[in-house]
């Protein structure tokens, strides 16, 4: 038995949607990519929806229509991969860390209302949020909040409600960084709506696939304008070929990808349903067996997307030789989130350092992605629970 990771779950009417488009002459620019951002647009009740290569690309966009500068704070979690605090550096920002619920891995609200709070208050109120070290890359400045950008773990949604509250008080804008939870709900509204701005994401690994690419979805006239240009190399409405009114990008969706993300977004429930379902026999299987937590989901979720099936094992446990013993057994598994505050150029840069955000940290010490795809059997699930089952006993820690 060969586990993977994750897979795709391709089916021939997708291959043959890829065939399709290389056998016209319209690889890029071409009525596909328009397809599969109507099909969001149906899909979120949202007015624009706008493809690109990546989430990345996505949330980048985002932060550029959202007018962030140097110096310019952004409050997100630091529990999360790290495209979604690169974006924010991309732009000379400063990412200020919150740390999260234990519970579901997303950004805590009351940490975030309590940071946002003292931002505004200033002073010593405001300097206990903000980085140690003056980052040199934007000349020290240090602004003001503009933006909150929660990232809705695991296929999670965030707690929209509590967020929406402080974005309306203190007038922030959102952006959700939704790359990970395609057709989850929150309090039964789909996730990409909440924020002012919603990204997703379509690497293979995600919920649909169009090998790379990532989405944007906003009821804002001015930003999918905006957005539209940059990611076509700056180029506005009227301008052009050779004609650029912004400094822009690259970030077009091909029609390849936008032909395999319409293909599979048509089959989004059959998806999402064989993600479910490979869930519920991790969930049964893995019910006997002590020491290792499952994936916790709250009221407010009324509709999770599995994206990544991630366990907790607890303390008794080390993490690390737990890993090594399933992978020599076969099972291949990833720690997963590695906090972003402990990645070298983030400590290199704001001197963050170990004991900053202890949620984050045991989470990101005690947790492990197992594999995971709508593509697998209940007999692979059991096989991988039997060897947690023994690779447990392994990793026991002395006393
Ligand atoms: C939370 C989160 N944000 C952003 C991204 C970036 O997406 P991409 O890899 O398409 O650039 C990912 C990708 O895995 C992600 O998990």
Redesign the pocket.
Known sequence: MKLRMSSPELSDADREAVLEVVSTPNLSMGPKIAAFEQAFCDLTGLKHAIGVN??????HLCIRASGIGPGDLVVTTPF??V??TNVILFEKAIPVFVDIDPLTGNIDPDLLEKAVEDLFRGGDAARKWLPRKVPAFNEGRIGSVKALLP???FGQPADYDRIKKVSRHYDLTVIE?S??ALGGEYKGKPTGTFGDYG?F???P??QITTG???LIVTDDDEAADLMRALRNQGRAVGDTWLQHTHLGYNYRMDEMSAALGLSQIGRLEQLLAHRARVADWYAQHLAGIEEVTPPQLVPNTTRVSW?VYVIRVSPRIDRDRFAEVLIEKGVPVRPYFAPIHLQPYVMEMFGTQAGDFPITEDLGNRSLALPFSGAMTEEEVVEVCRCIAEALIAAQKSE
């Open positions: 990546s989430g990345t690309a996505g949330l999360s991969f495209a979604s990232v809705d773990v960084d790359c990970e990204v994401a379509f690497y690994n995600k790379e690419g990532g994206f």
